[in-house]
């Protein structure tokens, strides 16, 4: 029986640097606050001119010559770039802190170098986002004194955004990758992937991969060297407000989630025998007569590894999804997707006298429907099906489902933007 080619993603649980002058605030002892807060005031409005150079005001200098300290901060204005970290400097004495709040009073963090001469912050500034620096200052001479001044980023004139799985919170097969779909095309890869982060409980090892999804959209991959380990503990961060992907728009948001690895288990498809057989921790648990796509046309089979994507329940499938015509238009029971294509194992009762025989399909995975309810309900997404056949339609292709696994290791750690 064939597949239909997806009508629709599966539901899931669900941003050119202009060098701006900086912004340099004179910083008093206390007693000259009056001089402080006028030199403070022209900053909201005079954010674009170009500032004096931070030299020393003798008639300005505290007690026993004490020269006062000079900040700057960059970026500055009301439409500066985002995209780039925040950073603050001081001439004439030290930084002791800095603290970067934006208007919903969420902090930009950064830490202030050893020699007390500048502060950088650990993640960028954001589009369309107004931000407050305070910063408080030590004279050579000891005296302490506070700047404050603010700046605002432009707004992202376009946004870029995820689609991503495995969703938050859930369990999944030991060959389940974590996938990253763009809305818009990503031309600033190696930016992108920086800010991608994975974590695990056993520290699996593994790698990103860049390749076009099977909708036409760009899409990144991370998957282990091999099969995961079961019980492993997964977290996906990442930290893309702020990035901006090219012509595809800045990201405006960050992403996580955390999943859980569920149990060993692998789905081996013999076409040439005509079964499938269930393995659990190396243990056949079940052999299953089965019927694969018809040899010698476009109704033939994959081969190589895919990975069960979701389990579908009963479905439409019409054969005019994927180019085969009027042939059938029927309800199919028991649908568990493996390629977005449209390669799905499922119940076939119709295909009754093949099953085991011979291989009769329009390209899926056809068994009964008493072995198809109970296979559904063994196995989960994320576990990989390992297809093997004379006369099948080829490899499933790395961004046809999840078919990363059909490469050398080598092979996909080369399709990372940072190697």
Not at 29 to 45: E, F, K, Q
Not at 63 to 76: A, C, L, M, Q, S
Not at 193 to 214: A, F, H, P
Not at 256 to 282: M, N, P, W
């Amino acid at each position: 029986m064939g597949c239909p080619a997806p009508s629709r993603r599966l539901p899931l649980p669900s941003v050119t640097e202009v060098l701006l002058h900086p912004t340099r605030v004179r910083v008093h002892a206390p007693v000259r606050t009056a001089v402080a807060a006028a030199l403070l005031v022209p900053l909201a409005v005079a954010c674009s001119a170009t500032p004096a150079p931070a030299t020393p005001d003798a008639g300005t200098a505290g007690k026993d010559g004490d020269r006062p300290v000079t900040v700057t901060v960059t970026p500055t204005g009301r439409q500066a770039p985002a995209g780039k970290p925040v950073k603050v400097t001081a001439a004439a004495g030290r930084l002791t802190s800095v603290t970067v709040t934006d208007a919903e009073g969420r902090r930009l963090a950064g830490k202030v170098a050893a020699d007390g001469r500048t502060w950088l912050s650990e993640r960028r500034a954001v589009p369309g986002t107004a931000y407050t620096v305070t910063a408080a200052t030590r004279s050579r001479g000891g005296t302490e004194g506070t700047s404050r001044t603010s700046f605002a980023t432009a707004p992202a004139d376009k946004v870029n955004k995820v689609d991503w799985r495995p969703g938050a919170g859930a369990t999944v097969g030991m060959a389940q990758p974590i996938s990253l779909v763009f809305d818009h095309p990503v031309e600033n890869r190696a930016e992108v992937e920086k800010q991608l982060k994975i974590t695990t409980s056993n520290g699996t090892e593994g790698s990103w991969g860049w390749m076009r999804d099977w909708s036409g959209k760009d899409r990144v991959d991370w998957r282990p060297r091999d099969y995961w380990k079961p019980g492993t503990k997964v977290t996906l961060s990442a930290e893309l407000n702020g990035t901006d992907s090219g012509d595809g728009g800045w990201f405006v948001r960050d992403y996580t989630t955390t999943f859980t690895i569920g149990a060993r288990q692998i789905v081996k498809v013999d076409l040439d025998h005509h079964h499938l057989t269930l393995l659990r921790d190396g243990r056949t648990v079940r052999r299953i007569p089965v019927s694969g796509g018809t040899p010698g046309g476009d109704k033939r089979s994959w081969r190589g590894t895919a990975v069960l994507m979701a389990k579908e329940g009963t479905i439409n499938m019409n054969s005019e999804t994927v180019g085969l015509g009027d042939a059938y238009d029927k309800m199919v029971d028991y649908s568990m997707r493996l390629t977005w294509s449209g390669m799905y194992a499922h119940a076939a009762p119709w295909n009754a006298r093949y099953l085991g025989n011979a291989n009769r399909s329009s390209g899926c995975i056809g068994m009964s429907t008493a072995d198809a309810a109970w296979f559904y309900g063994q196995v989960r997404p994320g576990d990989p099906f390992e297809i093997t056949g004379k006369d099948t339609k080829g490899v499933v292709a790395p961004g046809n489902g999840f078919g990363q696994w059909n490469l050398p290791w080598a092979d996909w750690q080369r399709l990372s933007a940072l190697r």
